[in-house]
């Protein structure tokens, strides 16, 4: 790269994250004698963050809520798509479950918290069966909407291509729902993320959201400060994670997406 | 409405039958008949109103927030650029991260249902209504400014108008959101309304669960209800909208 | 009107002393689409058939049913009355040996799959090895004027060079019959020069592939076929069959040159705006 596309880069990179950086500066220096128990100096948090997390860390609350996320929200993702797919080739299966269907998508899932408590009792078993269901539905929802908006000339041209059911499903049909079934997927994850705390703030003996609880049940803010900030930067993570991924595994949609607009 | 009652059916003979262990998953008829008697209660639609009352109030508070937010950002390109990534930064960090703070700081009470409320709905709508004003066609920007129309009027008769469609779209989406979180703030904070009786029910042990899956019922006819109306009212406010006009095609 | 005696090139394996077995047959065929009450009326009646390696245009009004027509005559839809046969054999699903290529290309190319592997899908599907399918892949993207995209997506391509590509899908499998559904419609004049030119060189090359050309535009119905069928207003019938005796090869400034080809033109013009009518 030249010089000069260098020095652009960090122009652009400084113009975009000025007021990202003046932020976290500011409630640095706002808080810094803060002596109020609910806000202590990020100073402290950070150190406390330090201490509890990283390297050395000495709670790793972390993972088993790690587990019981990818577990659930794999779990999810391969049955919302497998559903969906025999709902989109059985109408008749569709028409009649998607009264239910829809009723359990629109169904806030943190209320079956305590229902899956009752199942299950406390423990991972519980979470990751929250999660897996609560992920569940948008997934399917989207993947069936998808499936189903495919474009019909596609599906002439598969069969003037003399292609097979099984391989136009496969080769035209949800390539085509990709898209959506993305769409449905990161919905699923939002949720997997709300449940994957809550289920561990009602009934965990370990993980990220009892950590939490914990925390706040013994009035250790500092100590739910960096929990909250844990929480902060595994959102972010897996966002930009997802969001990766998406853009490799649909770089076809956006391609041609970018090219339609341009014209 | 024959399929409803078929599920209904099949969860009775589920049940009944000893298929699904009775000690944790009541009948269907006795769970109705636990709804049965609410009904008559007025602590019931008490219940209600709290849930709804979290619900719109925290909906009115960050909707309104984001767009008067959303357009004042989506205004200015700097504005827009500069404050992306706290926003986008922002919406990641679940707001679920906030609801022990909004716990401590706040109690049990409204004002902590509504931050935790306001703030889920406020920054994936925030990001809407940026996108909304920032995609004004050209031409009708160049056709109001040819036609002189300035200032406030411009923002109310022009730039609003065209970022309808994405402000919309992200009301629905806040609205099932709002729900969600307005059930957790009552699960784990133990502020009133459906959620917190939920889970009194659960804690009471089996003989309340049918209560509890009345309870689970109840939520889900208002998810329906509540979300039912911001579909209606997108089409409805949308119908000169493109992506209804090709709705409707799509589906002929 | 133009019976299917056309020009019958010598063609072994024909039912012998008797005439050959036209590639396509049309009789009656009808299409009415029903409504909440009563019917639309798409095809009323078309009648016309279509000898081996000749192309005939069906040309129309805009909204004279052709699409419909087309997707019939492909198998992709039942008439409602009458048939069509392909070698003899009545069209129910899309037969092996047809090639279909769309108007709008942006839509009937897979926008997830290069072009390779659009072109390499027909040829799984008839049980074609790798190394053959990678052979007739390259050999046809050739014969459009293609060589080097095989690696890029359609998206990545202009207009007429997809519609090149759809025209080299259709062709991979060597398909007996080739619909063509208003191919051109939707790219420039000067591209849709070069691609008329590229279906006359096609067939030139592949005399035994017989092309079914739809389209609205006259001139270009005109400066392809061997014949246009002409439909009425709808719901369409037949107006009339014009034999095409303009000599070949075509050229696109010499043969709109040609005072024979004006006469054509207004010919099936008149035929197909109605203004006047021919006994």
């Known amino acids: ?263 | 409405m024959l399929v409803v009652l078929a599920a209904l059916g099949l969860w009775q003979l589920l049940t009944a039958t000893g298929a699904l262990n009775r000690a944790s998953f009541p009948t269907m008829w006795s769970t109705l008949r636990a709804l049965g008697d609410q009904l008559t209660t007025s602590g019931f639609w008490t219940t209600i109103g709290q849930t709804v009352e979290g619900w719109a109030l925290g909906l009115a508070l960050g909707g309104t927030a984001a767009v008067l937010v959303g357009s004042a950002i989506g205004l200015s390109r700097l504005a827009s650029r500069s404050t992306a990534p706290v926003i986008e930064f922002l919406k990641a960090v679940p707001s679920i991260a906030i609801l022990p703070l909004a716990i401590v700081v706040l109690g049990t009470h409204l004002q902590m249902k509504l931050t935790l409320v306001g703030y889920a709905v406020f920054f994936p709508l925030v990001i809407q209504v940026v996108y909304g004003v920032r995609a004004l066609d050209p031409t009708v920007a160049d056709t109001a400014t040819t036609l002189q129309v300035r200032g406030l009027r411009r923002f109310l008769v022009v730039v609003l108008p065209s970022a309808a469609p994405f402000i919309a779209t992200g009301l629905r989406i806040s609205a099932a959101t709002a729900l969600i979180l307005e059930i957790v703030a009552e699960l784990i904070g133990g502020a009133p309304g459906l959620g917190q009786r939920i889970l009194l029910a659960e804690n009471a042990g089996p003989t309340m669960f049918p209560l509890m899956y009345a309870f689970v019922l109840v939520t889900g006819i208002l998810g329906i209800v509540l979300t039912g109306m911001f579909t209606l009212g997108e089409r409805r406010v949308l119908h000169w909208h493109e992506s209804q006009r090709n709705l409707r095609g799509a589906t002929r | 009107m133009g019976e299917a005696t056309a020009p019958a090139r010598d063609r072994p394996g024909e039912v012998a002393g008797g005439q050959a077995v036209p590639v396509l047959e049309v009789r009656h065929l009808r299409k009415a689409y029903p409504l909440r009450e009563g019917e639309r009326l798409a095809i009323e009646d078309v009648t016309f058939e279509v000898a081996r390696g000749e192309l005939v245009c069906v040309v129309g009004p805009s909204g004279a049913g052709k699409t419909t027509l087309l997707r019939c005559l492909s198998g992709l839809m039942a008439p409602t009355s009458g048939e069509a046969r392909f070698e003899g054999e009545p069209i129910r699903s899309v037969p092996q040996g047809v090639g279909v290529v769309f108007q709008d290309y942006s839509r009937s190319l897979f926008p997830w799959f290069t072009v390779e592997k659009n072109l390499e899908l027909a040829l799984k599907v008839r049980s074609m090895g790798k190394e053959a399918r990678g052979e007739r892949i390259a050999q046809v993207l050739a014969a459009v004027g293609l060589p080097e995209v095989g690696r890029r997506y359609p998206w990545q391509l202009s207009g007429g060079m997809q519609q090149r590509v759809a025209i080299a899908r259709a062709l991979s499998y060597q398909p007996e019959l080739l619909f063509m559904d208003e191919p051109f419609a939707s790219v420039d004049a000067q591209t849709r020069f070069e691609l008329e030119d590229l279906v006359l060189r096609i067939q030139g090359a592949m005399p035994d592939v017989t092309v079914v050309f739809v389209t609205h535009d006259v001139d270009e119905s005109v400066y392809l076929a061997d014949r246009v069928v002409a439909l009425s207003r709808p719901p369409a019938t037949v107006e009339a069959i014009v034999e095409i005796d303009l000599p070949k090869p075509r050229d696109q400034i010499e043969t709109r040159a040609d005072p024979r080809f004006a006469a054509l033109r207004g010919e099936v013009l008149e035929l197909v705006t109605g203004r006047t009518r021919r006994a």
């Open chain 1, 1 to 263: 790269m030249t010089r000069s596309g260098v020095l652009r880069r960090v122009a652009v990179l400084a113009g975009s994250l000025w007021l990202f950086a003046g932020l976290v500066a500011l409630w640095w220096v706002l808080s810094d004698h803060s002596r109020s128990p609910y806000f202590p100096p990020l100073r402290v948090i950070l150190h406390r963050f330090d201490q509890l997390w990283l390297f050395s860390g000495e709670s790793t609350g972390l993972d088993p809520s790690l587990v019981h996320l990818a577990i659930g929200y794999a779990i999810a993702a391969v049955a919302g798509v497998a559903v969906a797919t025999v709902l989109y080739a059985v109408p008749l299966l569709r028409e009649a479950t998607s009264p239910v269907v829809y009723f359990l998508y629109v169904l806030p899932a943190p209320v079956l918290i305590p229902a899956a408590l009752a199942l299950f009792g406390i423990g991972a078993t519980m979470s990751t069966a929250i999660i897996a269901f609560g992920c569940f539905w948008p997934i399917l929802l989207n993947a069936v909407d998808g499936l189903r908006a495919t474009d019909t000339l596609k599906l002439d041209t598969a069969r003037t291509l003399g292609l097979s059911y099984p391989r136009t499903l496969w080769s035209v049909v949800l390539p085509g729902a990709s898209p959506q079934m993305v769409a449905g997927l990161r919905a699923g994850l939002q949720v997997g993320i709300v449940l994957m705390v809550v289920s561990e703030e009602v009934g965990a003996t370990n993980g990220i959201g009892n950590f939490i609880i914990q925390a706040q049940n013994n009035f250790a803010f500092t100590d739910m400060w960096t929990g909250i900030l844990v929480l902060a930067i595994v959102g972010t993570a897996l966002n930009v994670l997802f969001v990766g991924a998406e853009r490799l595994a649909l770089r076809w949609y956006y391609g041609a997406r970018s090219v339609a607009r341009a014209r």
